[in-house]
């Protein structure tokens, strides 16, 4: 599967180039940055502390994805919704571990999906996946009279918060109680802010030094709590998880899926 790595010279560019090299069944086809960057023209192999590859970084995205099977995109959301266009254009599958995104975002990629096979998470570990199915079953069975909270901590050059992969967890405790996300989640807390409101599912951030990812989901009830937790100690796990996708995606119809779906976890 011939595959495109957007924003190539960044952290997870480098980590999915390293992922392709790594995998049978694909093969970099294109290394793509934005214009002006200091890694146009150089060979991405040797970009991501590989041998030379021959793939040239360039900032010609509409040609790399004619020539492709797939594109693997974890830049930023204006640049994913674009890319996402371009991707339905050349009718090949996207995958989105962008995070960060609004409304506004997510509509684009639900329109850009009747054209192409889109596959978006907040994070593409199986074990991330598998904790948010644990917690929307534990959000499920539980009552609202436990409280729960979302606690993430990444390295300090993250740019939003909360996490992705906190946003991931509170939808799959919100699907737990059948209530949408939007209408009681809690942000952030400072000052006479009041008790907490019944219901409300509560996201703490934190950043510091080189953390890769780390989240806990504690349910709060009167006299006991339950917290369930997962580490990630090296983001390769990420990139790992988004070719897996890209090679699940290949020959699906138009649509917008999730890891859940590659992983085979609808059940939980």
């Known amino acids: 599967m011939r595959l495109v790595v957007v924003g190539a010279a960044g952290r997870m560019g480098r980590m999915l180039i390293k992922a392709i090299a790594a995998t049978e069944g694909c093969t970099l086809s294109a290394a793509i940055e934005r214009p002006g960057s200091e890694a146009l023209g150089q060979d991405a192999g040797v970009l991501a502390g590989l041998p030379a590859n021959g793939v040239l970084v360039s900032d010609d995205a509409l040609a790399a994805f004619v020539e492709a099977e797939g594109v693997l995109d974890f830049t930023a959301p ?16 996207h995958v989105v571990g962008t995070t960060g995104m609004e409304p506004s975002h997510l509509a684009r990629l639900e329109a850009a999906s009747r054209h192409a096979a889109i596959i978006r998470s ?3 570990s199986l074990g991330v996946n598998l904790l948010a199915g644990l917690v929307r ?14 606690v993430e901590m990444h390295h300090r050059m993250k740019v939003d918060a909360p996490s992705g992969t906190a946003v991931l967890l509170g939808e799959a405790a919100a699907e737990g109680r059948a209530v949408p996300l939007a209408e009681h989640r809690v942000a952030s807390r400072d000052g006479q802010v009041g008790a ?3 219901g409300a599912i509560g996201f703490a951030a934190l950043r510091g030094g080189t953390v890769v990812g780390d989240h806990k ?5 009167a006299g006991e709590r339950l917290e369930l937790s997962h580490v990630a100690e090296d983001r390769s796990l990420f990139a790992q998880g988004a070719v ?3 090679l699940w995606g290949r020959g ?4 917008l899926y999730a890891m859940t779906d590659v992983l085979g976890l609808d059940n939980l």
């Open 122 to 124: 907040g994070n593409m």
């Open 217 to 221: 989901v504690i349910f709060a009830g």
């Open 196 to 198: 907490r409101p019944p």
């Open 252 to 255: 699906r119809k138009p649509g």
């Open 78 to 93: 204006d640049a994913t919704v674009a890319f996402a266009g371009l991707a339905a254009q050349a009718r090949i599958v």
């Open 137 to 150: 079953k534990v959000a499920a069975t539980l009552g609202t009279d436990w409280d729960i909270e979302i």
């Open 244 to 246: 897996k996708a890209a």
